[in-house]
């Protein structure tokens, strides 16, 4: 026999993490044994009698437990699969095939049907068309329904029957079938699951090892060949992104760029995974003296991503990425040069603004509009001196400025910039802008190897512009950027061919959406009905590609006459999702403000639940049990299994702050960010959503209520 190779499924990870503390040691210890020695006498193979796979055997954990395993000797392929009970591992097994497809060369592991199956079944006196009446045995067959499962496709009636039906079927079959059944094209489907991977050469069904390379296997299966990357991998065993990639993701993920590339996709579709896993890969590429810049817009953000970076990476490749939001680069970089001048946020840079104005102004603009001018025209053109501005294209802008009101903003305008100087401070714009002055003048060499960008909806013209000037001129790989302008909640709108970062034909769109059920995604979809997306560069983003494979209930939406009776009904779901096994770590209240959250908090401290606040600089530690809170801005990028959207009140959402503009178009711009923000915060849920106000509803969700089905889905501008 060749040398071993031991790869374990997902539904092994997944058996692991529901069996007892205690025996789940055991199986760690005997992973060791295994996987130095998967042939040794003490292993204790035995065939499990009445199996559909001659291939299966049992291997003993203990007196109990078992774990099932495929073993082929010829190719020294071992494959673990399962592990429980021995009586229940034994049913499980009993059922199952595992073997390599023929058609598309994937290990795929699935229930046979016993006895026959009838295709039309006849209800009340008529026949229920199959599911995939119009689709071929030859097509299924290439979409991976394995040959021993065609009658019983045929069978299927409904998308419903085909969920009941989701875990008797290999996950590459069952989401082929998911596609098609919601209406995509056969060749639309094998494209977008196989595309290039799709196998050239000749499939060899009984050569497991050649179907462990497969992407469509990697999916399902990882070979392990570190202790320590093991024991890892079982710490978490249900952080399924830590190890297995959709082959769409992993082609992304993999791929040589001749210069900067583009992913986009819905909420829940995995972006900014293989943004890690692309800083992963990129890190294992380089020496150790380059670096990998992974940066996004806010702290918290970053933080976020550290955190989970040290989970996929080695040591080694975790010390080649640097990993910190792009606000806090500038202020450091800034520090090691000398610069001399402080970046100013918030109250403070307010403070000028508003000195500046009350000193020059002469139109009766407020401080907003100024500040929107000053980024949007003056920083996005930049457009730096008078004459420069006079020319400046003023395009999406409300108030219209003849030369004579451009001369008096700019009045504002030097004013604003006198005081800055005199202060010794700058905005983070301005400070952009010179970083780059500074980086052109004293380095020849780029800065970084590669930059991966996450959240690229988020940044500004200026924060592009500098990001192209760090990597240096265009080269292979030089920057990675992942985004969805649906999730744009903080007004800033970049265009990347306008900022020297050409990505056409550089281009990913990732559709499978994850984490949301796809009634949860519709639904949040329905908010942003009628609103033009674009796509980070000069088309646009309709966002109606993406789809979910997993179901369940729609959001509830609860609205009640006081928070006394809002809180009572939240208490209620969360002391019966306690009940019925739910950690509490798994379950998130989110709210508009910190105030309402504080609130909340007191509540929930009164009635004896525990709560942990996700604050702008705090990681969520998972470790830690208790109900999170978060704002709508600091739960981006996290997601749980339930979430309750609370005081989604008419006078809350939109927030009256936020959309107190003059410029009619900046508060056409705001009231989309306050939507994207509801929308954002709704798809952090992968299996219940809840809306719920104290007093009138928001008009955002009373407006998706009134809609169809079909008009939350196709409701975007394009």
């Known amino acids: 026999m060749s040398i071993a ?121 008529g026949v229920r068309r199959s599911l995939f009446a119009g689709v071929s045995d030859e097509q299924l067959l290439r979409l991976g329904v394995p040959e021993e499962k065609l009658e019983e496709t045929r069978a299927i009636s409904t998308p419903d029957e085909l969920e009941e039906l989701k875990s008797t079927y290999p996950e590459d079959a069952y989401e082929a079938l998911e596609w098609v059944a919601h209406g995509f094209a056969v060749d639309e489907v094998l494209d977008l699951l196989y595309g ?19 992407p469509g296997t990697l999916k399902s299966f990882v070979v392990v060949d570190d202790d320590d990357e093991l024991r890892a991998m079982l710490a978490a065993p249900l952080e399924r992104w830590r190890v297995f990639l959709h082959p769409t993701q992993r082609r992304i ?32 590429r380089i020496s150790p003296q380059e670096k990998i810049l992974f940066t996004t817009f806010t702290y918290n953000l970053a933080a976020d991503i550290q955190e989970n970076l040290r989970k996929i990476c080695t040591p080694d490749e975790l010390k080649r990425i640097e990993v910190t939001n792009l606000d806090r680069w500038v202020v450091q970089f800034l520090q090691e040069t000398d610069y001399g001048y402080r970046v100013v946020y918030g ?53 219209q400025l003849d030369k004579r009101k451009r001369e008096a903003v700019w009045q504002v305008f030097e004013e604003y910039r006198r005081l800055c100087d005199e202060r010794r401070v700058r905005d983070a714009e301005t400070a952009m802008y010179e970083c780059r002055q500074l980086i052109t003048e004293r380095y020849e060499e780029p800065l970084y190897a590669a930059i991966v960008v996450d959240e690229g909806q988020d940044l500004s013209m200026s924060a592009f512009r500098l990001l192209r000037t760090m990597a240096g001129p265009e080269h292979p790989n030089d920057l990675f950027i992942v985004g969805d302008a649906h999730q744009r909640i903080y007004r800033n709108h970049a265009v990347l061919s306008h900022c020297g970062i050409n990505i056409r034909g550089r281009s990913s769109y990732l559709r499978i959406n994850y984490r949301t059920t796809e009634e949860i995604r519709r639904w ?15 088309g646009y983003d309709d966002g109606r590609r993406c789809h ?6 729609k959001p509830s939406v609860r609205q009640f006459d006081s928070l006394d009776e809002e809180f009572a009904f939240v208490l209620e779901q969360v002391e019966t ?23 909340y908090v007191r509540r929930f401290l009164n009635a004896g639940i525990r709560t942990f606040e996700i604050k702008r600089s705090t990681t969520d530690d998972r ?73 009138p509803m928001s008009e955002f969700v009373s407006e998706v209520e009134q809609l169809g089905e079909s008009e939350r889905e196709g409701g975007l501008v394009v």
């Open 347 to 399: 109250e403070e840079l307010d403070e000028i603004w508003e000195e500046a104005i009350a000193l020059k102004d002469s139109l009766g603009f407020d401080k907003r509009f100024y500040q929107d001018e000053w980024s949007k025209i003056v920083h996005a053109n930049e457009a730096f001196s008078l004459p420069e501005y006079l020319e400046a294209s003023r395009r999406g802008r409300g108030l």
């Open 524 to 538: 949040a979809f329905g908010l942003l009905r009628g609103i033009s997306f674009d796509d980070l560069d000069t």
């Open 5 to 125: 190779q031991i790869a374990i499924s997902v539904q092994f990870f997944e058996s692991f993490a529901n069996l007892p503390r205690q025996r789940q040691g055991r199986v760690i210890d005997f992973m060791s044994k295994f996987r130095a020695n998967p042939c040794a006498p003490g292993i204790n193979y035995e065939k499990v009698r009445n199996a559909y796979d001659p291939n299966m055997h049992s291997v003993r954990i203990d007196d109990t437990y078992r774990a099932i395993v495929v073993r082929q000797d010829e190719t020294g392929v071992f494959l673990l699969l399962w592990v429980d009970h021995h009586d229940r591992a034994y049913e499980w097994a009993c059922r199952k095939r595992c073997k390599v497809n023929p058609n598309t060369g994937i290990v795929q592991v699935f229930d046979v049907q016993e006895g026959t199956v009838e295709v039309d079944r006849r209800v009340n006196g």
């Open 253 to 284: 993920v993999t791929r040589l760029y001749n210069g900067p590339a583009r992913v986009t996709g819905g909420a829940g579709t995995g972006k900014t995974v293989v943004a890690m896993h692309r800083a992963k890969w990129l890190a294992s």
């Open 548 to 553: 979910s494979l997993t179901h369940g209930p």
């Open 577 to 599: 999702l306690k009940a019925r096994g739910t950690p509490l770590r798994n379950i998130c209240i989110v709210a508009r403000t910190n105030r309402l959250l504080d609130e």
């Open 196 to 214: 290039e991977s799709t196998p050239e050469e000749e499939i060899k069904p009984n050569d497991f090892a050649k179907a462990l390379t497969n």
């Open 623 to 695: 470790s830690l049990d208790g109900v999170r809170l978060a704002t709508m801005h600091r739960v981006k990028g996290l997601e749980f299994d339930h979430v309750f959207v609370v005081a989604v009140n008419k006078d809350i959402v939109p927030h009256p702050n936020a959309v107190a503009y003059q410029d009619e178009v900046a508060v056409t711009e705001a009231m989309t960010a306050e939507r994207c923000l509801l929308y954002v915060a709704l798809t952090r849920a992968k299996q219940t959503a809840y809306v719920t106000s104290h007093g």
